[in-house]
């Protein structure tokens, strides 16, 4: 199913983050192949006002085994339409980066399918799978991951790397995005010059600079204190709120309660999902602690 060959290149950005635009993405072919795969449990839950959704990720029966051997994942069902943002919590060793790494494409399941933006990923070689990355997914790690020694504006313009666009095209662009995660007066730092915080914020301007169709996180307040934690949160939500689909892991319960929908993993296996509609995105900020 939709091996379109349109993995190779990306200058078509269809995919972005805006529901209002016209969804002529490459990927729309393929999203038809399993719209409505039987996990549509959560429909009309208030994830979004239009009727009709389009499934950024579909996992059937994934599980994951190490040499060990250790089953990192057992028979996991997840579904996530475009325009969500939900969390991925669970103890240490409970799976959430194994998982994060499958839906980001990053790894192959050992069995069960992966569908991303439409596309079978066991249908893919793996070059095609890195163009649908490239193009499909923005990831976020704890360890922020910059460049030492490269300013924050070509930090986040590597992000564009594999887009075609001229390289000032892609300065331009990440210019753009550090000003719209509050880092227009950063532009020419060095990672060592910012804060934690800020380092977060430059990692999160790279990975939607592209405006994939997914941006997945793991642990992405980890290694900061609360008020930048707290930050880089609300900074996910207004993206969330502009558009982007979101998947966040942490293993804080709090942060996890103020997100829209919580997924719960524990020893490799999907054991709660669950909406918390008073997450309204404006009324949680501050709320708690
Ligand atoms: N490359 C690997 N080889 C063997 N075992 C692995 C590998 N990666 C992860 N595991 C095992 O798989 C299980 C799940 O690991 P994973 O990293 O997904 O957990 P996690 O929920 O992200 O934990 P944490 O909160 O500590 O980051 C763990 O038991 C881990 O030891
Ligand atoms: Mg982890």
């Excluded at 994934?62 to 325009?83: F, I, M, N, Q, S």
């Excluded at 934690?229 to 900074?235: C, N, P, R, T």
Aim: charged share 20%; no cysteine; glycine share 12%.
């Amino acid at each position: 199913m939709s091996r379109h060959a349109d993995t190779g290149r990306h200058a078509d950005t269809g995919t972005a983050p805006d529901t209002s635009a016209a969804p002529s993405t490459s990927a729309a072919p393929g999203t038809s192949a399993y719209a409505g795969t039987g996990t549509d449990a959560h429909a009309g839950t208030g994830t979004g006002t239009a009727p009709r959704t389009r499934t950024v990720v579909a996992l059937n029966g994934v599980t994951k085994e190490y040499p060990g051997p250790v089953a990192a994942l057992r028979g996991v069902d997840l579904t996530v339409e475009e325009g969500e943002l939900l969390g991925i919590v669970g103890p240490s060793g409970s799976g959430k980066s194994t998982l994060l790494h499958i839906i980001g494409t990053l790894d192959r399941p050992t069995a069960g399918s992966v569908h991303i933006a439409g596309h079978d990923v066991a249908a893919l070689s793996d070059r095609r799978l890195s163009a649908l990355r490239a193009q499909h997914v923005g990831f976020v790690f704890q360890a922020f991951h910059l460049v030492p020694g490269v300013s924050a504006r070509d930090n986040v313009a590597e992000g564009l790397l594999y887009s075609g666009l001229s390289r000032s095209v892609r300065r331009r662009k990440a210019a753009e995005a550090l000003e719209r995660v509050g880092l227009a007066d950063r532009v020419d730092h060095k990672p060592h010059q910012l804060s934690g915080g800020q380092k977060q914020r430059v990692a999160i301007a790279r990975a939607v600079v592209g405006e994939p169709a997914l941006l997945l996180a793991d642990e992405p307040t980890g290694a900061l204190d609360s008020a930048s934690g707290e930050a880089v949160m609300q900074l996910l939500r207004d993206l969330n709120r502009e558009g982007a689909t979101i998947a966040v892991i942490t293993h804080d319960t709090e942060i996890a309660r103020k997100l829209p929908r919580e997924v719960r993993i524990r020893d490799g296996q999907v054991v709660a999902d669950v909406r918390n509609p008073s997450s309204v995105p404006s009324m949680v900020t501050g709320a708690g602690r």
